[in-house]
């Protein structure tokens, strides 16, 4: 009788496993600007441009070739159509997110130009504006609650035009800090609630009543988390989206 002899080569396949954030549950906002509005948070919430100025960038921090940032141009800004975003008192969050500006603030010119939000429409009392600041010789990245007139800042290099900057604020305990690539630039105490309207925007803040002040640049990978604080490590990929 013949013999056969058979031979098996194994295949081993390769599985992409997506990133999981074991703090999923726990994120109010999550919106990545790679080409649309779309907030993919735990608990979604609609968002518009508000005067629909806003376009996209071939532009983003992790160099994906084509990933996406939104533009904006000092006059607009990302809005949520709800106002369910007020932090409760002593509860700890984190605000963070990119931006890349296209025009630096200077204090020839007297502008604040932020990468950052309001939680209230209009005023700003009860509120948190986070950006960089440059004005009456003061050139720092910065945050401002209850439209105080003395900001918690930082020392920090004028941005550079075309250059990504990773910014958080976050609270612990009663505790504010904020960090900008994983360096503390202040901290200050407040332990009181955020937002008493409670509108998320995102590339403007609105101070004294009326004056809108606004991102000229590129903003990528907002995401707001209520009732927890993050790493301050620089994250070299996209926030993850599920749990």
Request: aromatic share 12%; glycine share 10%; with cysteine.
């Amino acid at each position: 009788s013949t013999k056969y002899t058979a031979n098996f080569t194994p295949t081993i396949s390769t599985v992409s496993i997506a990133p999981i954030d074991p703090l999923f549950s726990k994120v109010k906002a999550l919106l990545s600007f790679n080409g649309d509005l779309t907030d993919r948070s735990s608990t979604p919430h609609g968002f518009f441009d508000n005067t629909g100025s806003a376009t996209y960038a071939n532009s983003n921090p992790f160099g994906e070739a084509t990933g996406k940032s939104i533009a904006l141009n000092g006059t607009t800004a990302i809005q949520s159509t709800s106002l369910d975003f007020t932090i409760p008192a002593s509860t700890d969050f984190c605000y963070e997110g990119w931006v890349q500006y296209t025009t630096v603030p200077s204090n020839a010119s007297g502008d604040y130009h932020t990468p950052g939000q309001c939680f209230l429409a209009g005023l700003d009392s009860q509120a948190i504006s986070i950006g960089y600041i440059a004005y009456q010789n003061i050139n720092s990245w910065f945050y401002l609650l209850n439209n105080s007139s003395t900001p918690c800042q930082g020392a920090a290099p004028i941005p550079t035009i075309g250059t990504w900057y990773f910014y958080q604020v976050q609270r612990t305990g009663s505790t504010i800090d904020m960090w900008v690539n994983g360096v503390k630039m202040c901290s200050s105490t407040y332990a009181g609630s955020l937002g008493t309207v409670g509108e998320l925007r995102i590339g403007d803040i609105t101070a004294g009543g009326d004056t809108r002040y606004g991102t000229i640049g590129n903003i990528a990978e907002v995401r707001l988390t209520v009732g927890a604080t993050r790493s301050t490590v620089v994250p070299t990929a996209r926030f993850p989206t599920t749990m």
